[in-house]
């Protein structure tokens, strides 16, 4: 099992910068990847940005692509993703997720094994 607990939102102009982060425990060793996904009001889930946690190989949703990046650290167990150039478009519940064993993009792309609680981030024009 794995528990992951993301940082608190917030609220940020657009045209801002934003970042959050995720701690990881429990059973981290045998971690495959780790994303975030986020979900906006009266829409569904979509997938944000993903990590391979042993290559460092990532994968983003053409909504962000070259605004937000993802990173992790291996001595924290913990994934960030900063939010750069924000959109009101960006706002939504943001929730940290984690799989433990090797998937294809396209499965990781539409969920994870663990998840956490979410983070919400709203951005203002």
């Known amino acids: 099992q794995v528990q992951l607990v993301e940082s608190p939102g917030g609220v940020a102009q657009a045209g801002t910068n934003l970042r959050l982060s995720c701690k990881a425990s429990?059973?981290?060793?045998?971690?495959?990847?780790m994303g975030w996904f986020r979900q906006g009001v009266g829409k569904e889930r979509e997938f944000v940005a993903a990590?391979?946690?042993?290559?460092?190989?990532?994968e983003y949703a053409d909504s962000v692509k070259g605004r937000f990046t993802i990173s992790r650290d291996f001595a924290e167990d913990a994934v960030y993703l900063q939010m750069n150039s924000l959109k009101r478009d960006d706002t939504a519940l943001y929730y940290c997720?984690?799989?433990?064993?090797?998937?294809?993009?396209?499965?990781?792309?539409?969920?994870?094994?663990?998840w956490g609680k979410g983070a919400l981030v709203t951005v203002l024009s």
């Open positions: 997720a984690a799989h433990p064993r090797w998937a294809p993009q396209a499965t990781l792309s539409r969920g994870m094994d663990y």
């Open positions: 990590i391979i946690w042993a290559g460092n190989h990532t």
């Open positions: 429990g059973q981290t060793s045998s971690l495959y990847a």
